[in-house]
Structure formats: C-alpha cells, structure tokens
C-alpha cells in the first residue's frame, strides 16, 4: 500500500498531523494505532448511564494562545469548563494550588496577599534547585512541601522528590491570592461531545485512513511512504538499543453510585492517606445531568509493558540520561519525526501537544 506519510499513533499529535497534511497538502495519510481506539490519552466515552468519561483520567483544555483555540474550533463546541481542584489534608477540603486561603487555613493565620508574598520569599533559599524536593520547598517551606508534596510524590511517582528533577514540579504554581482555578488561560473548557468526537471530526477526511488494533513494527516492512510520524515510545522505536525508559502508569477504579452528587467537587486530590491521589467526579467536569453519577478514583502504579499504559515520563537522573542517548539517535533520522509525550519522553499538557503538532507541521514547509 502507498500513502504520502505513515503516523504511527492516533492521540492528539497524531490526528492533528493527519488532518493538517490532509487538508493542507492533499496528501494520503495512514495511522497506525495500537489500541483499539483512537484518541490516544484523551480517549473517552458515554457509560450506560449516558455520562461521558474520560477512560485514562480528567483532562481539560486551556489555552493561552488564541491560535491553538481557533484551531480546535473547527472540530468542537465548547462547554466552559474552569477547572478547581481541593486537596484532603488533615481532615479539611483546602484549595490547590496553594493560594492565601490554603496558607491562612492550615497555619490558622489571617495573612493579607502583601504579607503572603513576602512570608513565600523567605521560604526561597536557592536560584538552581538541584531535585523537584528542593524546588518544592524553595516555593513553599518546609510544611507546606510536607503537608501537600511529599507523600503525593512517593505515591505518583514511586520515587523521593530529591530522586527526581526540578523540572518535574515546575507545572505546579502558588497564587499569593485567593484565585482558585487550576489554570488562568483566557480559554478554558472542554469538548462539548467528547474528545474522541472531536478527533473523529480531525481525521474524517478520505485521504485518512486508520488501522486500529495494530503494532506498526508487524506491518511498516509492507507500506510505501516518504515520510513517518512517530508518536509512540521513543526507546520502542530503537528496540530498546540503550535499555528500556522508565514511566508511571495509572489504575482507574470506576464506581457509579445512585445518587446524584458523590462529592462536593470535581475533583479532590488526596496527597497523604490512602493509597490513591484523588477522585474525580465527571458530570460535575461535563455539567450533564443525571440522577446517578460515576467516579473515578486513581491510583498511580508502575508501569509493565503490554500490562498497562505509559503515562509519564520519570525524569530522575537514569531516565534523562538514557534519553539524551535515544535523542541523538532520532535527531539523525532524516525520513522521521518524533512528536509528543512519548516520542520525546516529555510531559506535554495538552495545549502545548496541540501547539508543538501544528509546529511541527509549519516546518515541513509546503512539499507534499
């Protein structure tokens, strides 16, 4: 079979190539997709009591640049969604982020934002934290690193915060207000019929076509193409020449409770007791309306290859080594691009996937 490009994938950096050299260069594309699904870590889909879920954990969209925005507009409507996460700690619902009433809660202060921002700044010992626990510390003190950071740590990603890179906390921020939204983007919300809908809607040109079900490795030696997209594990591509890359997986235990609220919000992180991080309740994310609703509670786990899917890259000192190795292998790959999460073995929220596709797309330049 003969095809203009072969894109190894269909998550979001996938269906985004495929649409864009579809339409843009009229060119034959063809996905080749693992699961039996497409969608990637976005998938989702209506249960049997009609609330739509997300199969591998609560994602939302925000976008500080209008562009990614108006592209996505062309496959979705919107239902406005500002995310707010509370964390369980010591027996309280309390904001996260950190912000003023987080601090003023736990430590039973009344601190106006001018003294908050300055009891932060003495928190600060370090310009170049050398681990993600002394970047987490050098934001917020010792406490509050203690009281939100450590125990959540162990169990997301098995390791100690000082095992791990700076770089690994840096997504986390701290308000010196009382803003409590997860994220602060001029677009926020998700996909009014789901993601996998919307990603449907990216690749329904004819030029596109999806094989499903399917390791690329035991049909690429048959096709004909120029040119490949590569979205799956980077080490996987080199058959694990150096050695095999390290990620955290997830465990998604699904309730559906008769009733119609099970918590008082969306979604409740749960840092120290238990062995999960949080539960998310997903009709208070998509604002259905049902006389029942469906929980996910999560539990962060290992991952083992053909067991369970890789979720995030593990940046300790071993794994960003071994990157850099398989890195300058594929930036000798002439006729491939690696693009997204575990192509480039990098956390990507979901606005910088989108943005780093059609990025990756505007320097192929105009040859078919």
Not at 184 to 193: E, F, I, S
Not at 290 to 317: C, G, Q, R, V, W
Request: net charge neutral.
């Amino acid at each position: 079979m003969k095809f203009d490009y072969v894109i190894v994938g269909a998550g979001p950096a996938g269906c985004i190539m495929a649409e864009r050299l579809s339409t843009e260069k009229k060119a034959r594309v063809l996905i080749i997709e693992k699961r039996d699904h497409i969608g990637g870590n976005l998938y989702d889909y209506y249960n049997d009591e009609g609330i739509l879920i997300h199969k591998y954990g609560p994602h939302f969209f925000f976008f500080f640049k209008s562009e990614v925005w108006e592209y996505l507009n062309k496959f979705t409507t919107w239902h406005y969604y500002e995310h707010k996460v509370m964390a369980n700690v010591k027996g309280q619902l309390v904001p996260f982020p950190i912000n003023l009433d987080t601090y003023n809660t736990l430590y039973n202060t009344n601190l106006n934002q001018v003294e908050f921002e300055k009891k932060l700044t003495e928190f600060k010992f370090t310009d170049e934290p050398k681990n993600a626990e002394e970047a987490i510390i050098n934001q917020v003190g010792q406490y509050l690193y203690e009281t939100f950071f450590l125990q959540y740590t162990l169990k997301q990603w098995g390791k100690h915060p000082r095992e791990l890179h700076a770089d690994t906390v840096k997504r986390v921020p701290v308000r010196i207000d009382r803003e409590n939204r997860y994220q602060l983007a001029k677009y926020q919300g998700l996909p009014k019929k789901g993601y996998t809908h919307m990603m449907k809607n990216m690749i329904s040109n004819p030029l596109i076509s999806v094989m499903l079900n399917t390791d690329y490795k035991t049909v690429i030696s048959d096709l004909s193409y120029k040119k490949l997209i590569y979205t799956g594990p980077l080490d996987y591509f080199y058959d694990y020449r150096f050695g095999k890359l390290e990620y955290r997986s997830l465990r998604f235990e699904e309730q559906t409770h008769n009733q119609d609220e099970y918590q008082a919000h969306a979604v409740i992180n749960y840092p120290n007791n238990y062995d999960f991080t949080r539960i998310t309740e997903y009709k208070k994310m998509t604002g259905q309306m049902s006389p029942k609703t469906t929980i996910h509670i999560e539990f962060p786990e290992a991952y083992t290859e053909n067991i369970n899917d890789p979720y995030y890259p593990i940046l300790d000192k071993i794994n960003t080594e071994l990157k850099e190795k398989y890195s300058q292998l594929a930036a000798q790959e002439k006729d491939v691009i690696f693009l997204g999460r575990l192509a480039e073995y990098r956390y990507y929220a979901m606005d910088d996937v989108v943005e780093a596709a059609l990025h990756a797309y505007s320097k192929m330049g105009s040859s078919k």
